[in-house]
């Protein structure tokens, strides 16, 4: 290819990953770059590739339990939670109200744990390593709460069908309490090393920007959607579980860059701590399951659809039941595979230096999009 000077002009192919730090996984990015500009920028998934919609197949309802832990990771217990109210609308099964605020609780403090680790990695990325050590000091609190009830530190399975296995007790919720003050008064510090630092700044702001027209064209949700201004949260716009109970907000951001979608992660974590607050507050008494649960999982012939709102966005599951004790079909709508897809057009004509900030921005997990 020759330009207008009848000089002739060379693209290369560069690999980033499929292992590379800045991935969070084996994903594998095949740019053509003019110089230092991104020409063209290609994901090449399939390296986590496991199968888990086909498994489900061949697994009882029950036995495919631990597989959404493996999916997302880092919020397991929103894919958890999702699966079971799944299978407790075919079973027609109505959880107690204890179960369900158990569930929020323990969903929301999964949801901290995961921004936090997106935080600390995410600055990791950039070149700032400090962070990292504040976050994951604070996440360990979390996960020595959650370990304590789960007995997982990360790919938790806790939620049954019908309920939670285990109550907690009232030195769990002074935990969660004491991790609210904790977290809070680590705002400032957060702040003044990331918010206000002019490096982080200058790396994020005007870059990366998602337009809403972009995010309603690639089915982004999530922080992501949210980053760019649309206050879409299923919590709110599709109520389920004890949701309803609670008073939170939604934060958005203005322009839709990689600076806002910090801001909206950031202050997600507040929000989620006014949740667990209230929840803690007027945690009812009663059972934690169901009554009448079959020992036996065997949902009459019909399909449904459960959708839930994880540190990433929507996470649909789609169940198809023939009357088995095994699913004839489930469809996972994974947050991470719609928001990866704009990738290549935010890549494009921008500065190799921008890649990383860019991918790291939309805080995907790999497995997710593999599934």
Known sequence: MTDLFG???????????PQHPSTHGVLR???EMDGEF???AEPVIG??????EHMAENRSYVQFLPNLGRVDYLHALAYNQCYCMAVEKLLELKVPERAEYIRVITCELNRITSHLLWFGAYLMDLGAFTPFL??????EHLLDLLDGITGSRLTYCFFRFGGVPVDIDDDFVAGCRAFVSRLRSRWDDYHNLVTKNVIFINRTRDVGIITRDQCIKYGITGPNLRGSGIPYDIRKSEPYSAYPE????????????????????????????????????KLPDGPIMAEK???????????????????RGEFGM???????????RIKLRTPSFANMSIFPELAQDNLVADLVANLGSIDVVIPEIDR
């Open 7 to 17: 000089i002739e002009e060379k693209t290369y192919t560069l690999n980033l990953g």
């Open 29 to 31: 990015v095949l740019l």
């Open 38 to 40: 991104i020409t063209k």
């Open 47 to 52: 390296y986590g590739h496991r199968g888990h």
């Open 134 to 139: 504040y976050c994951f000091d604070d996440r």
């Open 246 to 281: 609670f008073d939170f907000e939604i934060p958005i951001g203005t322009t839709g860059d990689i600076y806002d979608r910090y801001i909206v992660r950031l202050a997600e974590m507040e929000q989620s701590l006014r949740i667990i607050e209230q929840a803690c507050n």
């Open 293 to 311: 649960v079959p020992k036996r999982i065997k949902p009459p012939v019909g399909e449904v659809y459960q959708a839930v709102e994880t540190a």
């Open 318 to 328: 789609y169940i198809v039941s023939q009357g088995d004790v095994k699913p004839y």
